[in-house]
């Protein structure tokens, strides 16, 4: 693994081959917002929230810190007009749904976003996968999952899976920003009684 | 049919199969391509053949089911060889005079022929016909002489000789150079130097890498892949082998949408056939060089297309995008190193390798070299699939090839890219095409669609439209697509309705930067491009939706109403009649009023009121005159004066 | 006490383990897998879905989103006649909307629904690939090109 020497909000940092922006930024406090982020679980890039500004071979970009790799000499800047701007305007977009989510309040008081810009959606699921994600990587149960696309795009339970583990585990519900989790599991439980083979004929 | 092992034996094959058929033997070609298909080309070859049985003609004509020759709006089109008559709109009915006029009294049908529609000339040739002549068909010309199921037809016109070169003359290296030096770019929509991707991934670690044909064209309005898939498989095999070689590639993937059941068809058929004549499996052409290629066939959705999410969808899982911060070249499928190209690039190698790479760089422009087949399509009188080197200006696409804009009405703007590309408007027309000039202009080339749009279009609804097929495409992983997306599209649909405000532009503008830098893949990143350039080119159409709650275009039908003129209505009763709400009140001498109440907008009132009369008038923007008062309705015929 | 009735797919079990063992336990072919049963069948049922989550060894959460995520597949059972409405930007500038709005009338049902009698899905289709032909009509895989509201009713009716 070699040595890489990149540089973030002026600072010169040491990383290693492999690691991402993100990476080499928390190894040396330097902190990048997240929300669909977490430790135990592949990076996943859905939130955009850790978007920063790069430079490299002449050009400017913005990446997702979470999941651009370091380059020799890269030169990353975690705040500026254009980063600043996009981490508002994501905000605003996820607070169109979760307008009271804990987890983005500060983050909202931060950067100066509007809660009330856009009007109030129906889903309060932000779809950061994190539940999908920890059922897959880490329980390994697969006992909730992604639906359709788009717009339209859910987190569900699988009702066979869910009534056999969830009840005692419930690991993924703490992790969830904004209890959408909970609630989509309550009405999941719902559902499924009285009795799960009901059959219409 | 025993394998071909050497290039030595291939020509010996193609010398049999030539020396076989004679050049001067009558040969009537019927375009059975989808479109064709579409308007009875099944039923114009039974009816051919039976007036060929009837004559007693079995053995002295051929019939040729063939591919999308791209004329497609005239079709079904019908091509007699040798004489290269072109005949058009072929019904089954009009197979008896084929038969008996052009074949057997060599006489050819005049109302079967092209009519130039300004200048009323007849063309008799293919060759002769503007919309043909204009082009330069490279690619697609040869879809009209072979039938996509008939390899030996693909050997006759020199088919698999690329395939043998390079294998036999040049080592893998010198391939690749070739390529380079053509300077060939992606025709998927990107235009990335194919190249350089192949170069990328030739030296990538590992062991095992892929070579992929993106056939999930699913932009809405291009249909060049599906052409070159149904009409000569062959052509973007012969590439995909070559590339593999130069690659060092022995397994491939073709990734074909669902929506294309002939093209699928014809794809299985041809990769047979390949193995069957030994291009494809095992030490090919006895060059030790082993290849084998799988269909994998697409399943519904437009972002799948996009090569890291089409990656994916070939692992079986969610054709989702993935960052490429890591280019697929190196990592893609199963993290292996895969180049991933479109049909159309991968179709243009046998030319290259044929004729050389400098050949090739004399089409075109400094940064575009080649020709690129688009679907012209929407307002314009010759629509189909028109091939023309890089360069031409779209005036002359459109004007030139294209015959003009139909029904002299005026032309407002190309669309380029499909949904990821922009509007160009009239002044803009003289620019070349040309990837980074249609860049620059805040389109793209794209894979290729090119829709003309007429006074008739309302470029708010143009934005509405894409758009909407943006937010139904979009996989919905990250936050500025998916709710970005959403949000413009909401806006949009406002604004058409005339509900927009002060400040939507703004905001739209601002909707669509954010969307644009922060998206993960490319349908994100591009959704931009509708919205500001119709903004950036069409201001005042949005100004005028949401400040005047007027449609200059009388689309939006929440702006626009009907409304008969009392002065030249003639109460003839033929829109009363026709209204499919009944929503029209009148009499045989009585002024006709419509029920603005009861009127869906459907506009039948305003296409069938007789010119002579021109009574029916849109109105957008100002509120409809109030009904003639029921008393003063009475119509005074000339011959009862007052 | 009622027997409990277990609904099997339309085409039998049998048929659905020939087409998975077709591909012989490659996980990466599901999608491969789902089309044919959703060719064969014209839905796919969760028994199904089960099935080849079983024989795959891919887990049902992935399954269910592949089965939402495309176009190609239902979770419920199709009409018998499928018709289709090309929307695509060519197709919607010559009046692709208008087809629609008919076939909706004569059907009595909107784009994504299927008729009581089972007898006819309707959807839209963002482009089948023949732009030039505007508006496209495809019914039970017959494609109409350059169609009018009145030959869309037309070519319905005599089904």
């Known amino acids: 693994m070699s040595e890489i020497t990149l540089q973030i909000d002026g600072r010169k940092v040491q990383a290693k081959e492999g690691m991402t922006i993100l990476e080499a930024a928390q190894s040396v406090g330097i902190s990048i917002p997240t929300l669909c982020h977490h430790e135990k679980l592949e990076p996943y890039g859905a939130c955009r929230i850790c978007t920063v500004e790069i430079e490299a071979r002449g050009r400017t970009n913005l990446v997702a810190a979470c999941l651009y790799p370091v380059e020799q000499n890269l030169v990353v800047r975690t705040r500026s007009e254009k980063v600043d701007k996009t981490r508002k305007m994501l905000l605003e977009l996820l607070l169109a749904h979760a307008p009271d989510a804990v987890a983005l309040q500060d983050l909202a008081k931060e950067y100066g976003a509007d809660k009330a810009r856009f009007e109030k959606e129906s889903s309060f699921c932000i779809l950061c996968g994190l539940c999908v994600r920890y059922c897959a990587e880490v329980k390994k149960k697969n006992a909730i999952g992604f639906v359709d696309r788009g717009a339209r795009r859910e987190v569900a339970f699988i009702p066979e899976i869910a009534s056999k583990e969830c009840e005692n585990c419930k690991e993924c519900f703490p992790l969830c920003p904004t209890e959408a989790l909970q609630a989509t599991f309550l009405l999941t439980k719902a559902l499924m009684s009285p009795s799960p083979t009901c059959d219409s004929e | 049919m025993p394998k071909v092992n050497s290039p030595a034996e291939l020509e010996k094959l193609r010398k049999g199969i030539l020396s076989k058929r004679d050049p001067d033997k009558p040969c009537i070609a019927v375009c059975t391509g989808t479109g064709c298909l579409a308007l009875g080309a099944d039923r114009v070859v039974v009816a051919l053949k039976e007036e060929i049985k009837k004559h007693g003609l079995e053995d002295k004509v051929d019939i040729k089911e063939t591919g999308c020759p791209g004329f497609c709006e005239r079709g079904t089109v019908v091509v007699i060889y040798p004489e290269e008559i072109c005949y058009l709109r072929v019904q089954p009915e009009d197979a008896g005079e084929i038969i008996s006029q052009t074949i057997l009294a060599k006489k050819v049908v005049d109302r079967l022929l092209y009519v130039d529609p300004t200048t009323g000339e007849k063309a008799v040739r293919e060759s002769e016909i503007p919309f043909y002549k204009n082009q330069m068909r490279l690619i697609i010309g040869n879809n ?54 192949w170069e990328e991934c030739r030296n990538a670690p590992g062991e095992a890498r892929y070579v992929i044909v993106n056939a999930d064209e699913g932009d809405p309005g291009a249909f060049m892949d599906r052409a070159l898939l149904e009409g000569n498989p062959h052509s973007v095999l012969e590439g995909l082998i070559i590339g593999a070689y130069a690659i060092g590639s022995h397994e491939g993937y073709i990734y074909v949408r669902q929506e294309y059941p002939l093209a699928i068809e014809n794809v299985t058929f041809a990769i047979k056939q390949a193995e069957e004549y030994g291009f494809l499996g095992e030490n090919i052409l006895g060059s030790g060089f082993d290849f084998t290629v799988k269909m994998h066939r697409g399943a519904g959705a437009f972002v799948s297309g996009e090569s890291s999410a089409l990656m994916t969808a070939i692992e079986g899982r969610v054709g989702e995008p993935r960052p490429k911060y890591i280019h697929t070249a190196v990592k893609g499928v199963r993290d292996r190193p895969s180049c991933l190209n479109n049909v159309e690039t991968w179709a243009n190698v046998p030319l290259i390798i044929n004729k050389g790479a400098d050949w090739f760089a004399g089409i075109g422009t400094e940064g ?37 804009i139909p029904g002299s009405k005026k032309f407002k703007a190309v669309q380029t890219g499909g949904p990821s590309g922009g509007c160009i408007p009239e002044e803009q027309l003289d620019m070349p095409v040309d990837f980074d000039e249609l860049a620059r202009a805040g389109s793209m080339m794209g894979s290729g669609g090119m829709i003309v749009m007429d006074e008739d279009t309302c470029m708010v609804d143009v934005a509405r439209y894409f758009l909407d097929f943006l937010s139904d495409e979009s996989c919905g992983k990250c936050v500025p697509c998916r709710e970005g997306i959403r949000q413009m599209l909401k806006i949009l649909t406002n604004i058409s309705k005339g509900k927009g405000k002060e400040g939507d532009i703004e905001l739209l503008e601002e909707l669509a930067e954010v969307t644009r830098d922060a998206s993960l893949c490319a349908l994100g990143r591009t959704s931009a491009n509708p919205v500001m350039s119709t903004i950036h080119y069409f201001r005042d159409e949005y100004e005028a939706h949401i400040k005047e709650k007027r449609c200059p275009a009388y689309v939006c039908k929440a702006l626009i109403s009907y409304y008969i003129d009392p002065e030249k209505c003639q109460a003839c009763m033929i829109c009363l009649r026709q209204c499919p709400v009944g929503a029209i009140v009148g009499d045989k001498n009585q002024i006709h009023v419509i029920d603005q109440e009861k009127c869906t907008k459907c506009g039948t009132c305003f296409e069938v009121c007789p010119p002579r009369f021109s009574a029916v008038r849109r109105i957008s923007g100002e509120p409809v005159p109030p009904p003639v008062p029921e008393e003063a309705r009475m119509i005074a015929r000339e011959s009862k004066e007052k | 006490m009622k027997e409990k009735k277990v609904r099997t797919a339309d085409i039998g079990d049998g048929k659905i383990d020939q087409i998975i063992d077709k591909y012989q336990g490659d996980a990466s072919a599901l999608i491969q897998v789902l089309l044919e049963i959703q060719r064969e069948n014209r839905w796919l049922p969760k028994e199904a879905l089960e099935k080849v989550s079983k024989k795959l060894e891919v887990p049902l959460n992935q399954i269910q989103h592949v089965a939402t995520f495309y176009k190609a597949f239902s979770l419920v059972p199709r009409g018998r006649h499928g018709v289709q409405i090309c929307l695509g930007t060519a197709c919607h500038v010559r009046g692709g909307p208008r087809i629609l709005d008919r076939v909706e009338e004569v059907l009595g049902i909107q784009a994504g629904q299927t008729t009581m009698d089972m007898e006819f899905t309707l959807d839209t289709v963002n482009c089948l690939g023949c732009c030039a032909l505007g508006p496209v009509m495809v019914v039970d895989g017959k494609y109409h090109g350059k169609i009018t509201p009145t030959e869309a009713e037309a070519v319905l009716r005599k089904l």
């Open chain 2, 368 to 404: 575009s070299k080649g020709t690129k087949i688009f679907s012209l399509v929407g307002k314009v009188n010759n629509t189909g699939l028109v091939e023309v080197p890089m360069g031409i200006t779209l005036r002359d696409v459109i004007y030139r090839v294209g015959g003009g």
């Open chain 2, 144 to 197: 009209i002489k072979l039938d996509p199921k008939s390899i030996d037809d693909y050997l006759v016109l020199g088919g698999y000789s690329a395939l043998a070169k390079a294998l036999s003359q040049m080592p893998p290296e010198q391939v690749l150079e070739e390529v380079k030096k053509s300077n060939l770019r992606g025709r998927g929509g990107g235009g990335f130097p194919a190249g350089r991707k």
